[in-house]
């Protein structure tokens, strides 16, 4: 038995398990939902159709101009009702619009798929809970495709509307469709540094039984080093992509009422997966130094036995060589 595998062991099962939530976090409703990636708040979303938006305070300036170019996209007798269901919400826009206009009042991406609801009890509570409705189904490589959805439920929704309605502007999903195969990616560096860390588990249990085979210590810290290797990339991946599709949620999507919000939980996630398949690395190359060492012990203790008195004097070169 090698009692110190059980340290390596115990950071690779740890990233086993961080890897498959950070795979799975919110593939069906209610399953981690927190943990998502980025959430889009689209609460306010379409506050520019209202006339005279008094509330919500984003960006008054904005408005009229927009009103004018929707109400020219729209039949007389259309807009006529649009005014009048708009009209009785004015006092709780951020509440009650995303319902009147048949969309939710936040989107959250996560790897596999793309879960959406309303906030409880209500969105303009600081801290509001997630409350979901439905999720897409989970595929392997999702793309954010936060545009069509929304399109598709503005169509179906009370209004049929469309996003060219409230001047949703395009750049929002240019800039993010450049960010899918970064997604894509971290979707593949997961499933390895998964699969190393699987490994890993079993190869320190092999380490816990067969007594200091370096080269068993020496496999085991290659898969702790590239299990960490994976999930750090995917790490990295994760973070520039999060920043980058916030900035361009929220530097396009603002004006028109949407807010885009990193996913704080998720990012600590695969942070310590890293950490942990580092510190798995690092203790497998003490390992292999320590057993080094010992190993050399051994063997002079057992040339002792026949050399009598060379006994303490090999063994004091020993630890004269080692340092003590
Ligand atoms: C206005 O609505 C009426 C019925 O409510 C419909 O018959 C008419 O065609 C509509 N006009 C336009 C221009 O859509
Ligand atoms: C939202 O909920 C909180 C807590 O329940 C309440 O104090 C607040 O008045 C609500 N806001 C609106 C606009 O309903
Ligand atoms: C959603 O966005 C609106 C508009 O900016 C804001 O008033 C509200 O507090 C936000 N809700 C949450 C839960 O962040
Ligand atoms: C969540 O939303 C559903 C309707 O979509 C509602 O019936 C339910 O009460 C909500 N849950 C909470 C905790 O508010
Ligand atoms: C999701 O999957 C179910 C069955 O697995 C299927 O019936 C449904 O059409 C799928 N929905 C979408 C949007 O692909
Ligand atoms: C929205 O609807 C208008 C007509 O109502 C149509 O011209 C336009 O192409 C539609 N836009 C999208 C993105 O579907």
Redesign the pocket.
């Known amino acids: 038995m090698r009692i110190s595998a059980l340290f390596p062991m115990a950071c690779a099962i740890v990233a086993f398990i961080l890897g498959m939530l950070m795979l799975f976090a919110g593939h069906k409703p209610g399953f981690m939902e927190d943990y998502h990636i980025l959430t889009l708040n689209t609460s306010t979303l379409g506050h520019n159709l209202i006339p005279n938006t008094t509330t919500s305070g984003s960006s008054p300036t904005s408005t009229s101009s927009s009103i004018g170019s929707f109400f020219s996209s729209l039949?007389?007798?259309?807009t006529s009702t649009i005014e009048g269901d708009l009209d009785g919400i004015i006092d709780d826009v951020a509440d009650k619009l995303a319902k009147e206009i048949g969309i939710k009042q936040w989107y959250s991406l996560h790897l596999m798929d793309l879960c959406e609801g309303t906030y409880t009890p209500n969105a303009t509570e600081k801290g509001a809970n997630l409350n979901v409705s439905t999720c897409s189904n989970q595929t392997a490589m999702y793309h954010f495709d936060i545009t069509s959805v929304l399109n598709q439920e503005l169509e179906v929704g009370p209004l049929h509307i469309n996003l060219s309605d409230i001047d949703w502007p395009s750049d929002i999903q240019k800039g993010l469709n450049d960010l899918n195969a970064g997604l894509d990616a971290t979707f593949v560096l997961y499933a390895i540094g998964i699969a190393t860390a699987g490994c890993a588990i079993i190869a320190s249990l092999a380490a816990l039984f067969l007594n200091g085979s370096r080269l068993i210590s020496f496999g085991n810290w290659g898969l702790a080093t590239l299990s960490f290797l994976a999930f750090l990339v995917a790490s990295i991946i994760v973070t520039v992509v999060q920043k980058k599709a916030t900035h361009v949620i929220n530097k396009y999507g603002n004006e028109i009422g949407v807010y885009a919000y990193k996913g704080v939980k998720y990012l600590t996630l695969t942070w310590v997966s890293v950490a942990v398949m580092a510190l798995a690395a690092i203790a497998w190359v003490v390992e292999f130094c320590i057993g080094k060492r010992n190993r050399g012990r051994e063997y002079t203790e057992k040339t002792s036995h026949r050399t009598g008195w060379r006994h303490r004097r090999s063994d004091e070169a020993q630890l004269r060589r080692s340092g003590v």
């Open positions: 039949a007389h007798n259309v």
